[in-house]
C-alpha cells in the first residue's frame, strides 16, 4: 500500500536554530512529491515539486531535496513567522496521498 | 489574483440536516477535488472532477455528493450529517488530470455537526 511518513510529528526550535523535516514515502511509481505549509484553520499552500531523485528546490529559509526513499525539507534560520504545519504528499499513477505533517514552532 | 475560494469559510449544521459547501475558482483548471481533513489527519480525497467527468473514491460514503454546474463552481452536498462528518473541507484545483500537475488549495471550511 503507498504510503507517506512524515517525522517528526512536532518540532519547537528557537529563532534561527536551523533543523530538517522528514518525509518517507513507499509508492509504486512516483510521479512527484509536493510539499506544502498549512496554517491553522486554512487550506495547504503550494511550496514544491521535485520529480527525480537528487532534484533540490529553495524558496527564501527552506530547502527541499529528494531521494529514492525520502524527502527532506531544510529550514535554515527560521523566524517565527516559519511556524506552521508542513505536509508532505506523494502522488501515484492515481491520486495525492499526503503525510499528516510536521507540526512546526519557532520561538523568538 | 487567480484563486481558489471556499465558502463558508466556517458552517454549523444539526445532526441529519443537509448541507452545501461552495467552491469557485479563477484559475479556469479543469480538475476540481474535494478532501477532507479531520484534526491533525492527512487530507483524504472524497472525489473530483475532471471537466464534467465525476471520479468518486471507492471509500467516499454515499452521503456525499458534488455537483459541478461550470468550470468555476463545484459543490459538496452532505446529504444527513452525522457527528463524525465534522472536519475541515478543502477544494482544491489542478489545471489538468496529468499527475504531475499541482493541486492549489482553497482556505477551506469549518464543518461542525451539532
Known amino acids: 500500500e503507498d504510503q507517506v511518513t512524515q517525522s517528526p510529528e512536532a518540532l519547537r526550535l528557537q529563532e534561527g536554530e536551523s533543523s530538517s523535516l522528514n518525509c518517507s514515502y513507499t509508492?509504486?511509481?512516483?510521479?512527484?512529491l509536493f510539499w506544502y505549509r498549512q496554517d491553522p484553520g486554512k487550506g495547504p499552500e503550494f511550496l514544491f515539486t521535485l520529480y527525480s531523485a537528487g532534484e533540490e528546490k529553495e524558496k527564501e529559509r527552506l530547502k527541499a531535496t529528494l531521494t529514492k526513499k525520502e524527502s527532506f525539507l531544510h529550514i535554515t534560520a527560521p523566524k517565527p513567522e516559519d511556524s506552521a504545519t508542513y505536509l508532505c504528499?506523494?502522488?501515484?499513477?492515481?491520486?495525492?496521498?499526503f503525510g499528516t505533517g510536521t507540526r512546526l514552532q519557532v520561538f523568538p | 489574483d487567480a484563486m481558489v475560494i471556499q465558502n463558508p469559510r466556517y458552517q454549523v449544521t444539526q445532526f441529519g440536516k443537509p448541507v452545501t459547501l461552495s467552491c469557485s475558482q479563477t484559475l479556469n483548471h479543469n480538475v476540481m477535488y474535494w478532501y477532507q481533513q479531520k484534526s491533525s489527519q492527512a487530507p483524504k480525497l472524497l472525489f473530483h472532477?475532471?471537466?464534467?467527468?465525476?471520479?468518486n473514491e471507492a471509500d467516499t460514503p454515499d452521503n456525499f455528493q458534488s455537483r459541478r454546474p461550470n468550470t468555476s463552481f463545484c459543490f459538496l452536498d452532505i446529504r444527513s450529517p452525522g457527528l463524525g462528518d465534522a472536519a475541515m473541507y478543502l477544494c482544491a484545483t489542478s489545471a489538468e488530470r496529468l499527475i504531475t500537475d499541482t493541486q492549489y488549495f482553497g482556505p477551506g471550511t469549518r464543518l461542525t455537526v451539532l
Open positions: 504528499a506523494v502522488h501515484n499513477t492515481d491520486k495525492l496521498i
Open positions: 472532477y475532471y471537466d464534467k467527468d465525476f471520479n
Open positions: 509508492v509504486s511509481g512516483l510521479r512527484g
